[in-house]
T-cell receptor
Framework: DAGVTQSPTHLIKTRGQQVTLRCSPKSGHDTVSWYQQALGQGPQFIFQYYEEEERQRGNFPDRFSGHQFPNYSSELNVNALLLGDSALYLC????????????????FGEGSRLTVL | DAKTTQPTSMDCAEGRAANLPCNHSTISGNEYVYWYRQIHSQGPQYIIHGLKNNETNEMASLIITEDRKSSTLILPHATLRDTAVYYCIVRFNTNAGKSTFGDGTTLTVKP
């Protein structure tokens, strides 16, 4: 059973460029959440996608956008990159209707490490 | 989601129990306590969660105080591979996606 997979694992961009990160959720999961983790800090919630729509959003500017596809995979797009966008971007999937003790539990991928120069 | 407070860092000797505390004094009645850990350069990994009662699984035990304002994660026999950042999160059992992580506790297990 494949877990959450993310690509690319590492990438380097320059200020002002745009980046797209990809995520495939754990098999059977239909909800995808994205987090940004700066060096030395805990993950910060960006947004959550369910049924191809953004359902919740954290305190991030409109430069951060996303998409969810019919197969539940998701993309995170960041426009007009700033130096401060350098971080580990984590994707997490969940199945809110799974039932049982792990209802709605989060499963994380290994992340995409973005460096903005 | 309720805010949590954890010590920045802790050390533990290999083979001994590691006890990681978490304060969550503003927790509401229906919020659960979740613990995750993040080994260097990997994604966070679920450890355990609980509502009121103490919980135990193959990885750890979770002790929640009677007033639910604090909890302790116990790793009974810490190994070097348990060196990681441990996050305590308080949230409702549904809507797992929007979890509020603090900066966690860096646990260093020493030989």
């Amino acid at each position: 059973d494949a877990g959450v997979t993310q690509s690319p694992t590492h990438l380097i961009k320059t200020r002002g460029q745009q980046v797209t990160l990809r995520c495939s959720p754990k098999s059977g999961h239909d909800t995808v959440s994205w987090y940004q983790q700066a060096l030395g800090q805990g993950p910060q919630f960006i947004f959550q996608y369910y049924e191809e729509e953004e359902r919740q959003r954290g305190n991030f500017p409109d430069r951060f956008s996303g998409h969810q596809f019919p197969n539940y995979s998701s993309e995170l797009n960041v426009n007009a990159l700033l130096l401060g966008d350098s971080a580990l971007y984590l994707c997490a999937s969940s199945d809110p209707l799974a039932g049982g003790p792990l209802t709605g539990e989060l499963f994380f991928g290994e992340g995409s490490r973005l460096t903005v120069l | 989601d309720a805010k949590t407070t954890q010590p920045t860092s802790m050390d533990c000797a290999e083979g001994r129990a590691a006890n990681l505390p978490c304060n969550h004094s503003t927790i509401s009645g229906n919020e659960y306590v979740y613990w995750y850990r993040q080994i260097h350069s990997q994604g966070p990994q679920y450890i355990i969660h609980g509502l009121k009662n103490n919980e135990t699984n193959e990885m750890a035990s979770l002790i929640i105080t009677e007033d639910r304002k604090s909890s302790t994660l116990i790793l009974p026999h810490a190994t070097l591979r348990d060196t990681a950042v441990y996050y305590c999160i308080v949230r409702f059992n549904t809507n797992a996606g929007k979890s509020t992580f603090g900066d966690g506790t860096t646990l260093t297990v020493k030989p």
